[in-house]
């Protein structure tokens, strides 16, 4: 039987994801709604499968990111952004890469149109169960549920298949 616990990194840092979860309101309170196309790919090989999530994120886009429970690798393919973590702020840009730490949520400033992909070892094909698996199911407490609805559309988090 598996019994599903708070995972010690949601405790831990519990704080920080409360002050990440103000930003995001004053963004969604504060900010026009960008529309940033997410493209889902495969790829499947007699060894391995895998799901790679490409995001375009527009010049001048403040975004939070979701909060994984497995780590994975990233690859900024090209543009420039500022990433804050609870550690301060990075400056990336494309190409580069790192990886998805297990617990951490961050705050994305573009600077320039940045493409962004994930990659994910999964055997499973379908986005949402695939989310189940990598991203923490947190939300916001401080935003309403119509402002979120106003944020998840079509090209948004985990809602469009290509």
């Not at 997410?38 to 007699?46: D, T």
């Not at 890469?97 to 962004?116: P, S």
Request: proline letters at 7%; charged letters at 25%; hydrophobic letters at 40%.
């Amino acid at each position: 039987m598996i019994v599903e616990s708070t995972p010690s990194y949601l405790a831990e840092n519990e704080p920080l994801y409360e002050k990440f979860d103000r930003a995001e309101a004053e963004i969604v309170r504060n900010f026009p709604a960008v529309e940033m196309p997410i493209h889902h790919h495969f790829i499947a090989s007699p060894h391995m499968k895998m799901y790679i999530r490409e995001i375009f994120i527009p010049k001048g886009s403040l975004v939070t990111s979701q909060i994984h429970k497995v780590s994975s690798p990233y690859t900024i393919v090209s543009g420039d952004v500022s990433v804050g973590k609870a550690d301060g702020f990075q400056r990336l840009k494309g190409p580069c890469h790192g990886v998805n730490e297990v617990g951490v949520k961050r705050i994305i400033f573009a600077h320039e149109d940045t493409v962004w992909m994930t990659f994910h070892l999964t055997e499973k094909t379908d986005i949402r169960e695939i989310a189940k698996d990598i991203l923490l199911d947190r939300p916001n407490v401080l935003l309403t549920p119509e402002e979120v609805a106003e944020r998840v559309g079509p090209h948004s988090k985990w809602e469009t298949l290509t």
